[in-house]
């Protein structure tokens, strides 16, 4: 946190100069002990949250391959004017327990085309599906709800 304060004030000075910078150390220094004092800020959070860094590289990863596979099944549906399609409303609960993984799982279903969240209280969800089979089913247990279980710390 505090080599993010210091290049943020050297950023937003727009110059570097030793006065600037040395400036900067005594500021950002000051800046970091008020929020390690004064908010609940403990270094020990960004250690967990850098050991993480992989999982939200591959949540990211996870959510465009998703993405561009919901895609190709709207591109197919849309081709294919024939194709019986059947719209639903679905609703499931997950066991997710942060707020944080609820809201990133409703916003990751909304992202994927063919899927939109209408609903999120408490873990339980309330998705409307262009086609019920292809994207209505399995949402409970998907791919991005045992991604969030790994970044909760679970398996």
């Not at 992989?54 to 591109?75: M, T």
């Not at 994927?112 to 209505?136: H, M």
């Amino acid at each position: 946190m505090y080599f993010l304060l210091l290049l943020l004030w050297m950023i937003f000075n727009g110059r570097v100069t030793l006065e600037v910078f040395l400036f900067g150390v005594v500021i950002c220094g000051w800046l970091y002990w008020f929020i390690s004092k004064y908010m609940g800020y403990n270094y020990k959070d960004e250690i967990r949250f850098a050991k993480k860094i992989p999982l939200y590289l591959k949540y990211a990863v996870v959510l465009v391959w998703e993405i561009f596979k919901a895609n190709i099944d709207v591109i197919k549906i849309i081709l294919s004017p024939k194709m019986e399609i059947e719209p639903a409303i679905v609703t499931f609960r997950t066991d997710l327990e942060s707020d944080a993984a609820q809201v990133v799982l409703a916003n990751s279903i909304t992202l994927t085309p063919g899927t939109y969240t209408a609903g999120l209280e408490n873990g339980d969800y309330v998705v409307q599906a262009l086609d019920k089979s292809k994207f209505g089913e399995g949402l409970d247990d998907s791919v991005f709800v045992k991604q969030l279980r790994k970044l909760e710390g679970r398996k």
